[in-house]
Structures are given as C-alpha cells and as structure tokens.
C-alpha cells in the first residue's frame, strides 16, 4: 500500500523555524516529482515547492522563496521542507504529494503546478504560526 506520511508540523512564534517530513513507503519514489502543498482556512490548497527527482532542481511559491528549503534523501524514501522565518501567512495544513509526470522546466512546472497532477498524497500536518 502506498502511503506518504507527513510529520514536523506544529506551533511556533513568527519568526521561527519548523522542518517537515514526508516518508514514502510501499514504494520507491525515487524517479517521482515531490512537492508540498498548503491549505489554509477558507483558501484553496496552493503548491509551495516542488523537487525532482534527482533533487538537482526545484520550484517555490513566490511568497516562500528564500525561506523555505526543500531537500529529498532518496535512500530513505524521505522528502524534507525547511521552513524559517515563518510568518502567520504560513499557517496551514501541509500535505506532501508526489507525481511521475511534471514539466521538466521548473518555471513551467511553477506556472502549471495544481493538485490534480500528483497522484499520492499524504493526510497532512498541521503548521501555526503566532504573531
């Protein structure tokens, strides 16, 4: 069976930090595109990062670009997303998705990146930030 796990989630003041996990298993992901998702309240889910597969190349939301940091280690199956500066916009529930098939230009895969391209997601962990 196929599960992505998410785990990290939490509180924290603005300004702080928080490192999310994604743990694949019942596959090998290791030639899937990876990205993170977030749904705050009342909004729609937004994609804010993408890594492929080859964790050479990724993609961020314009609003988190230089503070949050998305890294894969393939021989665990495990994507990480290092969030710092965090900022109350930032609350949201965080799923982690995966997809075979993305553009292979990131800034083509930023411009059409939406949830029904990934095909596995995880059930999401919840991330506060406090002004």
């Known amino acids: 069976q196929v599960q992505l796990v998410e785990s990290g989630g939490g509180s924290v003041q603005a300004g702080g930090s928080l490192r999310l996990s994604c743990a694949a298993s019942?596959?090998?992901?290791?030639?899937?595109?990876m990205a993170w998702f977030r749904q705050a309240p009342g909004k729609e889910r937004e994609g804010v990062a993408v890594i492929y597969p080859g964790g050479d190349e990724t993609w961020y939301f314009k609003s988190v670009k230089g503070r949050f940091t998305l890294s894969r280690d393939n021989s665990k199956n495990t994507v990480y997303l290092q969030m710092n500066n965090l900022t109350p916009e930032d609350t949201a529930i965080y799923y982690c998705a995966a997809t075979k098939y993305l553009s292979d230009d990131p800034v083509i895969a930023g411009l059409i990146l939406s949830a029904p391209l990934f095909h596995y997601w995880g059930q999401g962990t919840q991330v506060t930030v406090s002004s």
């Open positions: 019942g596959y090998s992901y290791s030639s899937d595109y």
